[in-house]
């Protein structure tokens, strides 16, 4: 059995690269070997990253040059009532995170919704994009092929979907750019989260383009998608899923659990959410949702980096009367019950303590009550913020709870 200590001596040698340790040794030896050289140098003692949950072989489709595990808290909310198009019932969400004070924030919003009977929550579209750039001699060219691909939908849809058990192509819609043409591929991807499933389906489309039309593929990716970027198109048009989650709340409620009234709340809402968020030209119009889809991501193996889009949320707040109307729209919450880190260990517990975990029947609908689930979470989190500024709280809650 190869030793690690000699696998770190071979490396520091100059006989073997980091990447190729698991060709002459098993994971678990390989991610050894390479904790010893990093020690070795650098004088970091890697002890506690040694020590993680899961083989590494399992994680194998995760991560390159292994050296073990990043532990983070995790905390759970709840429970809450959700009254969603997939999710029915109770749930306690799992939050993985190192900001002291937000699962307190997010307990108390769930709280107040809780005792007003639970939230409502629809995911409104679907759809995981890819956009391809194309380059052709001009706008004529360009014209041309935005024409061919709106007549060959049904031939771009047979290609696309060759690649795939699971995936379904919804649309293709064109933009052109002087002499660039952009193909918005959007689709279905049903309980995975559906990035790598649309990249593959995308390329074998772009194929077709290419022996069709004059279009010569520059990128699979053109940015027009628009993955782990802050980007218009998506707080219009939507990736991933949208979804919204609202909630109305007695006045009395509100006085009662969040310590201010409606009114000081929507004037909150409005001067910094909207009217802050219009200054600023923020393509998220909301306190902080961006904190439980980060936190929820965490907890349950999403693609940590498209927080980005998850952040793309608008928070309503309506007094009216006798009560609060409140809601968050997430334009772009990518998420999956399948493949990537869902499959770790502790995520997929987290995905269990969910009732979510792997795929759903009808397929889509397990990744479809997450989305929703997520989306009450972060209701429950700008309405704990919200009516913290309106009473003033904000610091003083922190200081409480010593953060």
């Known amino acids: 059995m190869t030793d690690a200590a000699d696998l770190a001596d071979r490396v520091q040698d100059g006989d073997l ?17 390479r904790r010893l050289l990093v020690e070795r140098e650098t004088g970091a003692d890697l002890s506690a990253v040694g020590q993680y949950a899961f083989d590494a072989a399992d994680a194998d489709a995760n991560i390159e040059n292994a050296i073990g595990g990043a532990q983070l808290p995790m905390g759970v909310v709840g429970p809450v009532e959700v009254d969603g198009g997939a999710a029915a019932g109770e749930y306690y969400l799992p939050l993985a995170t190192t900001e002291g004070a937000l699962l307190a924030s997010v307990n108390r919003g769930l709280s107040a919704i809780r005792s007003a009977g639970g939230a409502q929550a629809r995911v409104t579209k679907n759809g995981m994009t890819r956009a391809p750039v194309f380059r052709v001699q001009g706008i004529v060219e360009a014209k041309a092929v935005v024409e061919w691909v709106e007549e060959n939908v049904d031939r771009l849809r047979e290609a696309a979907e060759s690649t795939t058990n699971h995936g379904e192509l919804l649309d293709v819609e064109p933009y052109v750019v002087g002499d660039s ?27 077709l383009v290419e022996d069709e039309t004059p279009a010569d593929l520059v990128a699979l990716s053109g940015n ?17 899923r949208s979804v919204t989650a609202d909630v109305e709340l007695d006045r009395e409620l509100v006085e009662e659990r969040l310590g201010t ?13 909207l009217v802050g968020s219009a200054k600023a030209g923020s393509l998220g119009f909301n306190a902080h ?14 693609d940590a980096a ?8 608008i928070t309503t707040i309506e007094e009216r009367g006798d009560s609060l109307y409140a809601s968050v729209s997430i334009a772009s919450l990518e998420v999956g019950t399948v493949g990537g880190g869902t499959k770790l260990p502790t995520q997929a517990e987290a995905l269990d303590v969910l009732g979510v975990r792997g795929g759903g029947d009808p397929a889509g609908s397990n990744a479809d009550e997450l989305a ?21 709280h904000l610091s003083s809650a922190h200081e409480d709870l010593g953060r």
Do not use: W
């Open 224 to 240: 027009l998608c628009s993955d782990k970027k802050p980007a218009a198109i998506n707080a219009v048009q939507g990736r991933g």
């Open 181 to 207: 043409v952009y193909l918005r591929f959007a689709y279905d991807t049903k309980d995975a989260m559906g990035m790598n499933m649309a990249t593959i389906a995308t390329g074998e489309a772009c194929e």
């Open 289 to 302: 949702a961006a904190n439980v889809v980060a936190a929820a991501f965490l907890a349950t193996g999403q």
């Open 372 to 392: 929703e689930i997520i989306a009450v979470g972060a209701l429950a989190g700008e309405l704990s913020l919200l009516a913290a500024l309106a009473s003033r």
């Open 306 to 313: 498209q927080v980005v889009e998850g952040s793309n949320a």
């Open 17 to 33: 690269r980091l990447y190729e340790l698991e060709e002459h040794a098993d994971h678990e030896t390989a991610a050894t070997a």
């Open 261 to 273: 009234t409606p009114e000081a709340i929507e004037e909150a809402n409005t001067r910094k959410n």
